[in-house]
């Protein structure tokens, strides 16, 4: 049956005999099996030579790459063996981060009003950007200054840590206010009008207006940051803003609102918002541009109404509304934006990245006196005696009410819940940075 081996044979097969046939298979099993053991042989030579060059290379490798790390890291072989991350004591992306900017403007030490503050600053840290630095900007004259670094030492916030750098620097500019009160003195009246200032907000609510130059300059002093290291817009909050959702979200939406603008042709917005400076984004580069703008907008100037903040850029709104971005319902959850008569209905919003317990007389604090239900029992159609399941109560419990979980947080469970528990695997985290500067 095997040809191979008989086209092989020296002889014609016609000539074969019984005896010289047997003689002839004998040969071909003999010769099969030398056959056999050669290639079994050359295999296992192939094999191992094939196993000690894989060997070879193999160790080869993982020697110039532990040379090639001793080199480049202070990370020893030894960690490097014994931890499979190989990042001990190390933070990936230390600086490639983008900041987001935060501003608070503050005026006085009333313990209501900071009181207000440290809960803000509670929910903003708790929703710190996952991928973002954070940086919180708190403008202050030299009495809230002082309440708010004794808050700051209180809450042990100092070398606590964090997923991403976190900063807190209080700009101090009470050698600011009087110029400021004649600069918004020139834009909010003439001479048969001077009776503007709307003495219920205070000088403070005009801060936010000068928040961008404060922080440019900041990072201009300090050389700590280039402009292309921070987003190029800032987010100003008031104290009774109450952050729900993480601020990767805000950063997500504001840029669409970006593309959205120049997608139209319309440019770079000088400022986001939806009707309410209790939340404003700024743009760091053309906010200016507001100022010029006001000055056109006679109305508001004869008008012998009180003013604030709003007056100026409701006004320069209205008169140039492509030079305002519109942001998303989820980032504008305002209680006097259709839900000061029936907040209840909050809870049929499908999303709120903030509460705003915007309004006027409110106590010493939002929450004082009879707590948030309070919002219930002054709206014109919230039944806050309904506290069947599914009623009024119910509802506002679990709407406005979340920010309770935030006024009652302690800040050793906030430093913990919103820093330590959110540190990436493998890293030791940032310290919460703060720093006092006097303009």
């Not at 600086?95 to 209501?112: A, C, K, Y």
């Not at 940051?225 to 803003?241: G, H, I, K, N």
């Amino acid at each position: 049956k095997d040809t191979q081996f008989v086209r092989n044979l020296s002889f014609s097969p016609t000539r074969l005999t019984s005896g010289s046939t047997d003689s002839i298979i004998q040969t071909h099993n003999r010769r099969k099996t030398d056959m056999l053991f050669s290639c079994q042989k050359y295999n296992l030579l192939t094999c191992l030579g094939v196993c000690i060059g894989v060997c070879v290379g193999f160790h080869l490798w993982i020697a110039i790459n532990v040379f090639r790390f001793e080199n480049s890291t202070s990370t020893t072989v030894e960690d490097l063996l014994d931890d499979q991350y190989a990042i001990r004591d190390r933070n990936i992306n230390s600086s490639g981060r983008l900041t987001l900017n935060i501003i608070h403007g503050l005026s006085g030490d009333s313990s209501g009003f900071i009181d207000e503050w440290e809960v803000n600053l509670k929910s903003i840290l708790m929703n710190a950007p996952l991928d973002y630095d954070l940086h919180i900007h708190v403008i202050a004259n030299d009495s809230a200054e002082q309440a708010v670094n004794e808050r700051i030492v209180k809450s042990n916030l100092i070398n606590s840590k964090w997923r991403n750098k976190v900063s807190l620097t209080i700009h101090n500019v009470e050698s600011k206010v009087e110029e400021w009160t004649k600069a918004l003195q020139d834009v909010l009246t003439n001479d048969e009008n001077q009776q503007w200032f709307d003495a219920r907000v205070q000088i403070g609510a005009f801060f936010r207006l000068y928040g961008n130059n404060i922080i440019q300059d900041f990072y201009k002093e300090n050389l700590t940051m280039s402009q292309d290291e921070y987003l190029t817009w800032s987010v100003y909050m008031d104290t009774d803003v109450v952050v729900l959702a993480n601020l990767n979200n805000l950063i997500l939406s504001v840029d669409n609102v970006y593309n959205d603008h120049s997608e139209k042709g319309k440019g770079t917005p000088l400022w986001i918002w939806n009707g309410n400076s209790g939340f404003l984004v700024m743009d760091f580069a053309n906010f200016d541009e507001v100022w010029d703008l006001a000055k056109t907008c006679d109305e508001m100037r004869t008008d012998k109404r009180r003013k604030s903040d709003q007056s100026i850029l409701q006004c320069v709104s209205e008169n140039f509304p492509e030079k305002v971005g519109l942001i998303a319902d989820e980032w504008s959850v305002h209680i006097g934006h259709g839900y000061r008569a029936s907040p209840q209905k909050l809870i049929q919003k499908q999303k709120a990245g903030f509460l705003h317990f915007t309004g006027i007389n409110t106590g010493n604090f939002y929450w004082s006196d009879k707590g948030l239900i309070k919002f219930c029992i002054r709206g014109r159609r919230c039944n806050h005696e309904e506290t069947a399941k599914d009623g009024d109560v119910e509802s506002f419990q679990r709407s406005w009410g979340l920010a309770d979980f935030y006024i009652r947080l302690t800040w050793p469970w906030t430093i913990f819940q919103g820093g330590e528990s959110k540190i990436r695997h493998g890293e030791t985290g940032y310290e919460f940075k703060f720093m006092k500067r006097t303009i």
